[in-house]
């Protein structure tokens, strides 16, 4: 009985998944008022990268497979930049009593991300996260063109495929 129970469970949350991928994929980021680390009010349906490709990665600081995809990430990033052009825009939900050890946090780990603070949660509401790390891939249209949820060894590589596709017109899969 639990077998199945867990197995029904599992199905809801992949059919929840999928379907959630089919609203936001093709839309524009949501315009909500998020802070950037020096306090100041950017709006996010403003973030462009010039044409070029952007990820944005919701993550917290309590939240392990995050920390390991940043990190992961950081370490190949110069070379994904000069290659794809592509930006990543690191949106940390913490909430406003620990929001301010994201700074120490980010310039601790060496990370060149330009990072966000979504303290009240508005911008993860608007895109419907409710799982990190989540994951957008937006074309050079500012369309949310793919999305991926969690994080494990390996998974940096799909992403920057992804990118390099995108950059060479291809059609994106969802997944």
């Known amino acids: 009985m639990k077998r199945i129970a867990f197995f029904l469970s599992f199905a809801l949350l992949v059919s929840y998944a999928s379907a959630q991928e089919t609203e936001t994929k093709g839309k524009k980021l949501p315009s909500v008022s998020v802070k950037n680390l020096d306090g100041q009010t950017i709006n996010t349906g403003e973030l ?7 990820i944005v990665s919701f993550w917290a600081l309590w939240c392990k497979p995050c920390i390991n995809e940043l990190t992961t990430i950081a370490d190949v990033y110069d070379e994904w930049v ?8 690191a949106v940390s939900i913490d909430d406003s ?15 060149e991300y330009e990072v966000l603070l979504d303290a009240n949660g508005d ?7 409710n799982m990190i790390p989540h994951t957008f891939l937006i ?3 500012g369309e949310i063109v793919w999305q991926h949820t969690s994080f494990s060894e390996g998974s940096e590589l799909q992403l920057i495929d992804m990118v390099r596709k995108l950059n060479a017109g291809e059609a994106i899969e969802s997944h």
């Open 48 to 54: 462009s990268n010039n044409g070029k490709p952007m």
């Open 82 to 89: 000069e290659e794809t052009g592509v930006k990543l825009i």
């Open 97 to 111: 009593r620990s929001s301010s050890k994201v700074g120490p946090t980010v310039n601790g780990k060496g990370w």
């Open 123 to 129: 911008f993860k509401r608007a895109l419907n996260v």
């Open 139 to 141: 074309n050079g249209n």
